[in-house]
């Protein structure tokens, strides 16, 4: 995922780069023709609030930032396609962003696509306004308590006439398809279930109720609700509408007192049960026909209007059942206080006895499908599942309303801004044809450029208030015509940039097929997991979309129906360590702890111990980091393997800078062994086969074998960073603890046994070694090799990324894995002794052969135990 441009370098960047790019040079060894690109997601807010507060032009203030993250990006040792990166414009050398004329004329050519096909269309709706950046929002940026995802400010519903993109057509495809990406753990559990759940199917039905006045003159329309469980309509008590149903919205007009509870709704607590009873009208349950003896059809059913039915999901109105339904039971008992509940529904083993819920007794809801009870009429008995499908079609039966139905909690994306740093949406809207699409030629539709002066305090779209520009012929009749001012959400802009790096110079079209085709889906993807369901929502959308048009027409082949991403890495945050004084909670900037015994910081001040905590970066904690500072201090490489072994990718990565100490002594262990192995003099000496190596020599020889086998299952496939580096120290340590022979320049005599390696092997190991780790420390390996070649430069040349990645001597594995192996054997959690076994450890599992291991080793014990 590409940065936002702020300006500075954080620790998560470092982190996601960091992974990205020793996957890139990984793949690059094996000989995989890598893309690994690199561009800035360069529209938005924040340029332009900078202008607003700062009178810079918002283009040069964002050009500034990408110069600046540009140059620590690079300080990372991050190997970027750098062509892809920069493209000519006009002669002048242009970063790879999406504010850049080149590149958002083909995000208008997409919405233009879009609009062909009637998928962006522009409609009056109640709409999240966001009063604090005075801007709409789509409900994907609208966090669960009603605020915004950026500014933080509550979010207002206000009715406005706004563009939209119709999301809701690919909604089927968006969760089937979930299942591809579910394959093989290809992306993370957790955002494929977000994504489900944020796409929201529900499978209910639709059934009405009539509508009664009380006097029995006024008629009302009769009210639909949307209901999962139909099974549950014998327990129905009451009918709750939302405060925008039209019949709420009717009767407000007459009773200021409705009207004063509506307006007060929005400042009471996100999960209120305030209801208000409506006067003088009452509900019927339709199945008052089906009422016996043992039924409970209540009747008439009182009718609310409430905050807690959504305007916007199902039909606006909830058939209240109190005995199967938490929310139904919260309200009930704040409404009606201690009066009776009913409950329909008993457990799936139980007798179809019905009870009645009593405060303090037992009053608990039973939200569980079962079986129906009693008060079910002719349904009693029935299991929920049937219950609810006969239902339905006895009401039906009836003449009755009552259909299935499926409902989503997926809207139609809205991707209006009423901002001036973005994406103009290229349209004219024209009296006499409506609104005009800007033919293609025309494109791009350039944003004016601006002096400070006309950005007016925050807020406000500055496009309104520029006759120069909002005034244009109708592209279709040429008459005086105005421009739409709007501009896109910037999630639009990187709903497709990807696809742009396969093709990035291309005037004529987003991405020419041939491109698309060859290099799309995106083979693995790293990101944070906050884009979830926003970027990767509109990502697969727009991608999906996209292939449906002569951009991509194979959407990456059948077994990916137009998805963009096939592998996903999320990555978790990193936190940085925070102080705190124990006396008033306030966070210490770091002046104000005294470190000099790091084992027993102080606070300054008071001498007291600082409560200490790892929490997410931020400036009011005073507990970030510079990236800058610490590749300053200890090197891009060792900074690198640092964040990759202090937790795995998907977790939360405490920053304890200290710690990197341990991967430099490793670092200059695996130094120390290069210069060993440089000294080996392995023209004179060949690697002894399998069969003839010591048992010093098996040992390491295997070990290596063992680390390239899992460090590339590491890379490839289960993306465990942190165990790359644990497996890598290992076999330093190894190296370390053996004597290259024969050694140049060396009168010493032979090294002990135990210790002496034949040095073609030895350097051979090292050079392993190396190869493994330069994806992680890449300047640093690529000196040693430099180094290695001093002696082995007739098998080593040119780059170490040149080189390959090892692979497994699955010869030698086989030959040395049948020998003896040395093996720790325990009783009971207890060492006895260590012994060599001279069974191959794959035969183990054969049949019996567990047994006769056992009987070994127990004779073994029954040996030493007696030799004692
Ligand atoms: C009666 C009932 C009985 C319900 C019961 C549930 C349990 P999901 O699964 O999320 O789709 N509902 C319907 N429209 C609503 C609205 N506009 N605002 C708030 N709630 C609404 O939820 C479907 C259930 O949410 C529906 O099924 C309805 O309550 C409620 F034992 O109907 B149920
Ligand atoms: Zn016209």
Not at 127 to 134: A, G, L
Not at 422 to 428: D, F, R
Not at 699 to 705: C, G, P
Request: hydrophobic letters at 40%; proline letters at 7%.
């Amino acid at each position: 995922m590409f940065p936002y441009p702020s300006g500075t370098l954080h620790l998560g960047h470092l982190r996601v780069y960091t992974i990205s790019d020793v996957l890139a040079r990984f793949k690059h060894m094996q000989g995989h023709d890598v893309i690994h690109p690199m561009g800035w997601d360069a529209f938005g807010l924040p340029a332009e609030n900078a202008a607003i507060e700062r009178g810079v032009d918002p283009a040069q203030w964002t050009v500034q930032n990408i110069a600046k993250m540009k140059e620590q990006l690079s300080a990372m040792n991050g190997r970027w396609d750098w062509d892809r990166y920069i493209a000519l414009i006009d002669n002048f050398v242009q970063e790879f962003m999406t504010c850049d004329l080149s590149f958002y004329k083909h995000t208008q050519r997409i919405f233009l696509l879009l609009h062909e096909r009637g998928l962006a269309y522009q409609a009056e709706s109640l709409v999240n306004y966001d009063p604090v950046d005075q801007t709409v929002l789509a409900n994907e940026q609208v966090d669960a308590n009603g605020f915004s995802w950026r500014s933080g400010a509550k979010v207002e519903k206000i009715k406005l006439k706004q563009w939209f993109l119709r999301i809701t057509d690919f909604k089927e495809a968006l969760l089937n398809d979930l299942e591809i990406l579910g394959q093989d753990n290809k992306w993370p559990e957790r955002v494929l279930s977000q994504q489900q759940n944020w796409l929201g199917k529900s499978q209910g039905a639709k059934i009405q109720f009539q509508v009664i006045s009380n006097a029995g003159e006024a008629s009302w329309p009769a009210v639909e609700t949307f209901t999962t469980r139909a099974d549950t309509l014998f327990g129905v008590q009451y009918l709750a509408l939302s405060l925008s149903h039209p019949i709420v919205t009717r009767m407000a007009k007459l009773l200021p007192e409705l009207q004063a509870f509506i307006d007060d709704a929005p400042s009471l607590p996100p999960d209120s049960k305030a209801g208000f009873l409506l006067p003088g009208i009452h509900a019927q349950s339709p199945l008052s026909g089906f009422a016996g003896p043992t039924t409970k059809v209540q009747e008439p059913l009182p009718v609310y209007a409430t905050p807690y039915v959504l305007d916007d999901y199902g039909s606006g109105a909830v058939m209240g059942v109190p005995g199967h339904d938490s929310r139904d039971h919260a309200f009930w008992r704040e409404n009606q206080g201690s009066k009776p509940i009913l409950t329909v529904v008993g457990p799936s083993d139980g007798s179809p006895a019905s009870s009645f819920l009593v405060p303090g007794e037992n009053d608990e809801v039973n939200e569980s499908k079962g079986i129906l009870t009693m008060a079910s009429g002719p349904f009693s008995g029935l299991a929920s599942q049937d219950a609810i499908r006969q239902i339905i079609s006895a009401l039906q039966q009836q003449g009755l309303y009552a259909e299935h139905t499926d409902n989503w909690r997926l809207r139609d994306w809205l991707i209006s801004r009423q901002r001036y740093w973005g994406t103009p949406i290229p349209i004219v809207h024209c009296e006499s044809c409506g609104p005009v699409p800007v033919p293609t030629a025309d494109l791009p539709v350039r944003l004016p450029q601006l002096e400070p002066g006309q950005f007016k305090g925050r807020g406000g779209n500055p496009l309104d208030s520029i006759p120069d520009w909002v005034n244009t012929p109708c592209p279709k009749c040429q008459r005086p015509a105005k421009r739409e001012t709007d501009t896109m959400d910037t999630f639009m802009d990187s709903s497709w940039y990807f696809f742009r790096f396969a093709d990035p110079h291309n005037k004529e079209d987003p991405v020419s097929p041939e491109a698309a085709d060859a290099n799309l889906p995106v083979d693995l993807y790293v990101g944070g997991v906050e884009h979830a369901i926003l970027h990767l929502l509109y990502a697969r959308f727009i991608s999906k979309f996209l292939a449906t048009t002569r951009l991509w027409p194979s959407g990456g082949g059948p077994e990916n129906r137009g998805e963009p991403f096939r592998r996903l890495i999320t990555q978790g945050m990193v936190h940085g360590r925070t102080y705190t004084d124990p006396a008033t909670g306030r966070f210490l900037k770091p002046e104000e702890v005294d470190l000099s015994e790091p084992a027993s910081p102080k606070v300054r001040a008071t001498g007291e111990k600082p409560n200490v905590s790892f929490e997410k970066m931020s400036k009011s904690k005073h507990n970030g980091v510079d990236p800058g500072d610490t590749i300053a201090k200890y090197g891009a490489d060792a900074t690198r393997a640092h964040m990759l072994f202090q937790a795995p990718v998907s977790e939360v990565l405490e920053w304890e800078e200290d710690r990197i100490v341990g991967i430099q002594r490793w670092l200059n262990r695996v130094w120390r062994v290069t210069h060993e192995a440089s000294a080996c003099k392995p023209n004179e000496t060949l690697r002894p086969a399998p069969q003839d190596m010591s048992d010093t020599e098996a040992e390491l020889w295997l070990m290596t074998q063992k680390t390239i086998e899992s460090v590339t299952t590491s890379f490839s496939s289960t993306y465990t960073f942190n165990t790359v580096i644990s497996d890598l120290t290992k076999l330093t340590n190894a190296l370390a603890s053996v004597t290259p022979f024969p050694r140049a320049g060396s009168s010493t005599g032979r090294p002990p046994a135990d210790k002496a390696v034949n040095s073609r092997l030895f350097a051979e190991a090292t050079s392993e070694l190396l190869q493994m780790l330069a994806p992680v420390c890449p300047a640093f390996a690529e000196e040693c090799w430099e180094l290695l070649q001093a002696s082995q430069g007739h098998v080593l040349r040119g780059s170490i990324f040149k080189s390959g990645f090892p692979i497994v001597d699955e010869a030698a594995v086989r030959v040395l894995s049948g020998r003896d192996q040395p093996c720790a054997v325990q009783v009971n959690g207890k060492l006895r002794f260590a012994t060599k076994i001279p069974v191959p450890a794959a035969e183990l599992l054969e049949d019996g052969a567990e047994k006769s291991l056992e009987n070994w080793v127990v004779s073994k014990i029954l040996l030493t135990e007696e030799g004692k």
